[in-house]
Antibody, heavy 124, light 113 residues
Framework: QLQLQESGPGLVRPSETLSLTCSVS??????????WGWIRQPPGKGLEYIGS???????YYSPSLKSRVTISVDTSKNQFSLNLRSVTAADTAMYYC????????????????WGQGTLVTVSS | DIVMTQSPESLTVSLGERATINCKSS????????????LAWYQQKPGQAPKLLIY???TREFGVPDRFSGSGSGTDFTLTISSLQAEDVAIYYC?????????FGGGTKVEIK
């Protein structure tokens, strides 16, 4: 049974960098058919795709966040990570990591397994 | 970006009755090479992560009850719950994976009457 678990600070100061890690267990991150993604959900709002990465390091980002986002992968630890720079209160959200079954190129596919999410609040 | 528009925003249905949720894409999500619609549906119960219900617009994920079904064509898609159960109270989202960036609909909240 694949499990994903987000970890990282629950509070980040404005203008600083939000850093989260997703640990994958019950399966390898190094499978060609899958990408690994980050999605966020502001309190009481809908889902927003942040970006995704393959095990080989191919990345795709939402254009609205691309200038501030970096996603990386560490296959030796079966983990992938999110860095979001220069955060503001608008970045306060539940952050989910998820596996994407990549049915097309550029990491396009559906999210078939999700972490439980971690709430990140941006506040001084 | 492909914009996904869901309707209604909320829906109140009696137990055992049918619930119908609509999702409209701003452009086609049909890939002509394989004749598949690049659309998925998710269920998010209160306090939980979303759960995949359907992909390719109409293929149920393993373990999803058959009271959930997806349909559609062109740019209009529907998620139907044929007989609403108490455990189906949730927010439902559609998502397109035809083109980057991946985008979600705004969600439809389903409640019991």
């Amino acid at each position: 049974q694949l499990q994903l678990q987000e970890s990282g600070p629950g509070l980040v100061r404005p203008s600083e960098t939000l850093s989260l890690t997703c640990s994958v267990s019950g399966g390898s991150i190094s499978i060609t058919s899958y990408y690994w993604g980050w999605i966020r959900q502001p309190p009481g709002k809908g889902l927003e795709y942040i970006g995704s990465i393959s095990y080989s390091g191919n990345t795709y980002y939402s254009p609205s966040l691309k200038s501030r986002v970096t996603i990386s992968v560490d296959t030796s630890k079966n983990q992938f990570s999110l860095n979001l720079r220069s955060v503001t209160a608008a970045d306060t959200a539940m952050y989910y990591c998820a596996r994407i079954y990549a049915s097309g190129n550029y990491g396009r596919g559906w999210f078939d397994s999700w972490g439980q999410g971690t709430l990140v609040t941006v506040s001084s | 970006d492909i914009v996904m528009t869901q309707s209604p925003e909320s829906l109140t249905v009696s137990l055992g009755e049918r619930a119908t949720i609509n999702c409209k894409s701003s452009q086609s999500v049909l890939y002509s090479v394989n004749n598949k619609y690049y659309l998925a549906w998710y269920q998010q119960k209160p306090g939980q992560a979303p759960k995949l219900l359907i992909y390719w617009a109409s293929t149920r994920e393993f373990g999803v009850p058959d009271r959930f079904s997806g349909s559609g064509s062109g740019t209009d898609f529907t998620l139907t719950i044929s007989s609403l159960q108490a455990e189906d109270v949730a927010i439902y989202y559609c998502q397109q994976y035809y083109s980057a960036p991946l985008t979600f609909g705004g969600g439809t909240k389903v409640e019991i009457k």
